[in-house]
């Protein structure tokens, strides 16, 4: 399963979704399910926005741990 660690690094930058969703330009609803990790996608385009944004690598948003199903 890999998990979206948004609002760890929101709050490493100390940033709220709202100043978020203005730099990036991305919707407020869309950031909220990345951010409650109910996402079954992200483009490239839009992860990338995003590290630019938290000055951050795709690794430090997203983990992965086995399932056990």
Known sequence: MITINLDVMLAKRKM????LSQIVGIT????????????????????????QALDC???DLLSYAATTE
């Open 16 to 19: 709220s979704l709202t100043e």
């Open 28 to 51: 407020m609803a869309n950031l909220s399910i990345l951010k409650n990790d109910k996402a079954k996608a992200v483009r490239f385009s839009t992860l990338a926005a995003i590290c």
């Open 57 to 59: 690598q795709p690794g």
